[in-house]
């Protein structure tokens, strides 16, 4: 996609959407419209790919990872195929969550890939993007709220990097704040991925091997600015041990070696 471009037109929806009082706890950001604005955009883009063959595995994953969170919250789950060059995936509030073909390429089985919708599940669960916005609307101006969403949809990094041509790009402080929601989309993913009884957690970790293997620690978009692969890998060793029984009859079964799409 036209990168720049597209912050552009996100900070401009974020302007000109509806702030409503949906959800009171969150300050009143409408993730319902929100959501549809973007969806709107990437599809004016040509940005969504209705008809990539990645769509069987991925709604045969995420049938079953909304259907365990259906009562967390408000909208209903979806996922959605996106373009992009270095594997990424972003949740955006209103209940969409996008994949690219890169990342489904490296997925090599059904854990890996519960874990990347799992991950981002989990931010939309604890409404992590509409905390963000709505802690901005309150002190901030539209372009910055939007500035949250060029960092999911970009990566934190990138979204920090572009020339808004205003004084309105993302501080230093905002990226250690993305690392520790990344922190807890990780520990609530795992247990997504656990009450599904279908998934292994497992493949959380699995998945940031691989993604290691291929980019270097937090050198990909969907992990850029995030805590250190190692130490994502370490909290939720840790997690597993400290919770068996949640994680206890599940095994790190080296299954990241196997395909079994």
């Known amino acids: 996609m036209e990168r720049s471009a597209f912050v552009r037109s996100l900070i401009t929806t974020v302007g000109v959407t509806q702030i409503g009082h949906v959800l009171p706890a969150l300050a009143a950001i409408d993730e319902a419209a929100v959501g ?16 990539s063959p990645f769509y069987e595995h991925l709604n045969e994953i995420g049938s079953v990872i909304s259907e365990t969170v259906k ?8 996922y959605y195929v996106v373009r992009g060059d270095s594997a990424n995936a972003f949740a955006v509030p209103g209940g969409n969550i996008y994949i690219n073909e890169p990342l489904l390429r490296m997925a090599k089985n059904k854990d890996e890939l519960a874990g990347v919708l799992a ?30 969403l060029a960092q999911i949809v970009l990566g934190p990094l990138a979204g ?10 993302v501080a230093g402080t905002d990226a250690a704040q993305s690392r520790h929601i990344e922190a807890a989309a ?29 980019y270097g620690p937090g050198q990909n978009f969907w992990l850029r600015d ?8 370490a909290d939720l060793e840790h997690q597993f041990k400290a919770n068996p029984e949640i994680y206890g009859k599940y095994k790190d079964t080296q299954q990241k ?4 799409w």
């Open 226 to 233: 995030h805590p250190i692969d190692e130490a994502r890998i």
């Open 71 to 78: 009562a967390r919250y408000p909208y209903p789950m979806r």
């Open 119 to 148: 991950h981002e599940t989990g931010h939309m669960v604890l409404h992590h993007v509409a905390q963000r916005m709505a802690a901005l609307q309150k002190k901030s101006t539209a372009a910055q709220i939007g500035s949250i």
């Open 257 to 260: 070696d196997v395909a079994y």
């Open 160 to 169: 920090a990097a572009i020339d808004y041509g205003s004084q309105f790009a």
């Open 186 to 214: 990780d520990e609530e993913g795992a247990r997504i991925m656990a009450a599904t009884g279908q998934f292994n957690p497992w493949g959380m970790v699995w998945f940031f091997q691989i993604m290691t293997e291929a």
């Open 36 to 51: 549809r604005e973007v969806f709107a955009k990437l599809r004016e883009d040509g940005d969504l790919l209705f008809d």
